[in-house]
């Protein structure tokens, strides 16, 4: 059976597009969505309804989505964050807020897999999951074989029994059956990695692979909407150097 697995699409609209053609090239698979479909990008609205049209999915929730729901929560998320998400509430209207209490969950647990925004370890604390010693704390106190996390932008496969490891490009691994993995798939539309491209994975749970994947896409089309939407430059500039 196959997984097709993305996170921080973060409103914009173009790499997910890229992603979901992907996707459908793959198909059948089923999707497992891990969170912050908004905040920061000018089409949150365009975005939340790509992702619940998708059939067989799973859709994890967000720390965005959540402070779309809650304002009180955006006193942690940084100013220019915070400041997009009173944008996006105002363009969304509480359109989504229902569906978004229903089908977002704060953590999708699988016989294949478990799913989570930030870690395994507190999900709806929405920690970050940084380095190796982070993940040994979520190894050591979450029993799971393989968790897929997104929150840090950052495409990265941590092992239980050998560390950490970068993904670069479109590159195959081959999951030890004996061994345990938190594997970040990277960003769709926020990527900080220094690489433009969308990303994603596919997980193969017949082959045990893991499969990731960039997505090129019309970049420069899409600051320029941050640009006419009225929203701060450095957020649509900041796509063109994966940064």
């Not at 959540?66 to 964050?81: K, T, V, Y």
């Not at 941050?226 to 994966?242: I, S, V, W």
Request: glycine share 8%; with cysteine.
């Amino acid at each position: 059976m196959k997984f097709f697995i993305c996170s921080d699409i973060h409103g914009n609209e173009r790499a997910l597009d890229a992603v979901l053609d992907l996707y459908r090239k793959e198909s059948p698979c089923t999707f497992l969505f891990l969170g912050d479909c908004v905040g920061y990008g000018p089409h949150p609205d365009a975005c939340l309804e790509k992702i619940l049209d998708i059939p067989q999915s799973h859709l994890v929730m967000g720390n965005h989505e959540w402070a779309l729901l809650d304002r009180s929560e955006r006193i942690h998320l940084n100013p220019l964050a915070a400041k997009v998400l009173n944008w996006s509430e105002d363009l969304l209207q509480g359109r989504y807020d229902e569906v978004i209490r229903n089908r977002f969950q704060i953590e999708v647990d699988t016989d294949s897999f478990l799913g989570v925004h930030g870690s395994p370890v507190n999900p709806e604390e929405w920690p970050y999951l940084f380095s190796y010693i982070d993940a040994d704390e979520a190894f050591s106190r979450k029993d799971f074989r393989l968790c897929f996390v997104g929150h840090t932008h950052i495409p990265v496969m941590f092992t239980f029994k050998e560390g950490n490891k970068i993904m670069e490009g479109d590159v195959t691994f081959r999951l030890d059956p004996g061994d345990r993995y938190i594997i970040n798939p990277g960003s769709v539309g926020q990527p900080r990695d220094l690489d433009f491209r969308a990303a994603c994975c596919i997980f193969d749970s017949d082959e045990g692979t893991i499969t990731l994947h960039r997505c090129e896409y019309d970049v420069e089309a899409e600051v320029q909407d941050f640009e006419k939407a009225g929203l701060p430059r450095f957020l649509g500039e900041r796509l063109l150097y994966g940064m």
